[in-house]
């Protein structure tokens, strides 16, 4: 079985530790972006964009708030991971 640092050709192990450690905030980051998001977009007032992207939206379950809401919820796994301290915790990556 190959490892990660022989599938990427010119691959050092400091490069990959950076990349895992930023993959790592990525996925923290992505949870509270679709929740600001989905407030945001749940706020009145939109301006002229509101007529034309919110018009029709008879369902609870259409619109961009209950999407922003599930993409939350979906990307909530690191978070998750992190409290119940399986994940490894968050640090500057070694230099």
Do not use: K, N
Not at 7 to 33: E, N
């Amino acid at each position: 079985m190959t490892g990660p640092i022989s599938t990427v050709p010119g691959a050092s192990p400091d490069g990959v530790a950076a990349a895992r450690h930023l993959a790592r905030w990525l996925g923290l980051a992505a949870t509270p972006t679709f929740a600001i998001m989905a407030v945001l977009t749940a706020l009145p007032g939109g301006g002229p964009a509101e007529m034309l992207c919110g018009a029709g939206q008879g369902s609870l379950l259409g619109g961009m708030v209950p999407m922003y809401l599930l993409m939350s919820a979906f990307h909530a796994a690191a978070w998750l991971r992190l409290i119940a301290g399986r994940g490894q915790p968050v640090s500057a990556p070694p230099v």
